[in-house]
């Protein structure tokens, strides 16, 4: 049975002596504690009637309050009820501070990409960020979760693949973040489990992508290749080439390559994407490239051009995914020629 009453803490006292007033929600065979940013002494609390007593010189006003949380908390737990929300103290306790506005998908789905986003999930938050904006261009706001259904998810997926020409495989990466948003919502207690509508959609079969290889003659054609100095098609092959002498480095670690990284006769990195550390030796050809952008390798944290000093994590990332962009578009110009 879940239940609210209103408790003092005693180790939640001030200098004062007094000791904070708490709402204590129980429910499946749990409870958590939600403050009321207020605190009187214990001997001005009635813990019986769950009601500051009489000799309080703030006794009613301190009451009313009172009154109007717990009031709050079952109109709270009717609802969620009513709709069929898994009730759980902590659940409950959502609810309660978030309020019925979170009926709403967009409630949450904003507030859950902005989580992303405090927590440095930068990579995450942005490809989120961008999946939602093409959500939101398909089924609109407001969206009450009801309305988030299987009809509502195929007409997601026919406007991908007819209005923006998305192949399956782009459709699948979006709808498996909307999907990931909707698990989360279950499990915070927003909706319940038969609620979430990707029990029941099936989605898009995409095609395993067929990657071509270079063959060696290819990739020796590449390195003696004839480009203007400096240009960013001779940055693209520079920073392509030195992947593959770092035995296939990823261009997230190559392009935050610093000059600290290197002893003399390795690299030595944490890679960005699994935190391993990375001990790669160094040869002649990677000396070879590493050398076009010294000699003076005081002059710049990082190897290659792309960053030239520290930034923020989100501005960072911004730079190196517009860089990402022009090498791969340098490097198909390359591949022609």
Same mark, same amino acid.
């Given at each position: 049975m879940a239940t609210v009453s209103v408790v003092q803490l005693p180790h939640k006292s001030n200098s004062k002596g007094e000791v904070g007033l708490y709402l204590r929600f129980e429910a499946g065979g749990s409870r958590v504690y939600s403050s009321l940013s207020r605190s009187v002494l214990p001997s001005r609390w009635n813990s019986r009637t769950g009601q500051v007593r009489s000799s309080h010189r703030h006794a009613s006003d301190l009451?009313?309050? =009172? &009154?109007?949380? &717990?009031?709050?908390?079952?109109?709270?737990?009717?609802?969620?009820?009513r709709t069929g929300a898994v009730v759980t103290a902590k659940s409950w306790k959502v609810r309660y501070h978030d309020g019925p506005s979170r009926q709403d998908f967009w409630v949450w789905a904003d507030k859950w990409v902005a989580e992303k986003r405090k927590r440095q999930q930068i990579y995450y938050w942005r490809r989120a960020r961008s999946i939602l904006l093409k959500f939101e261009a398909s089924l609109g706001r407001p969206l009450p979760w009801p309305n988030l259904n299987l009809a509502s998810l195929r007409k997601w997926d026919l406007y991908m693949e007819s209005e923006r020409k998305n192949v399956a495989s782009t459709r699948v990466v979006a709808h498996n973040i909307i999907k990931t948003i909707a698990n989360d919502a279950v499990r915070e207690g =927003? =909706?319940?489990?038969?609620?979430?509508?990707y029990l029941r959609f099936r989605l898009p079969k995409a095609k395993p992508a067929k990657r071509v290889k270079l063959t060696l003659e290819q990739f020796r054609n590449l390195l003696v290749l004839t480009l203007e100095p400096g240009s960013m098609e001779d940055i693209a092959r520079d920073m392509f080439a030195f992947s593959v002498f770092a035995r296939g480095l990823r261009f997230g670690d190559v392009v935050r390559l610093r000059w600290s990284d290197f002893d003399g006769d390795r690299i030595n990195l944490t890679a960005s994407k699994t935190g391993d550390h990375l001990s790669i030796p160094v040869d002649d050809n990677i000396m070879q490239i590493i050398n076009k952008y010294g000699p003076d390798k005081s002059s710049a944290f990082f190897v290659f051009p792309a960053l030239k000093e520290e930034l923020p994590p989100e501005m960072e990332i911004a730079i190196v995914s517009s860089f990402n962009a022009r090498i791969n578009k340098a490097l198909k110009t390359i591949g022609a020629k």
């Open positions: 009451n009313e309050e =009172i &009154v109007k949380a &717990v009031d709050k908390a079952h109109k709270c737990l009717f609802e969620m009820e =927003i =909706i319940d489990h038969g609620n979430n509508p």
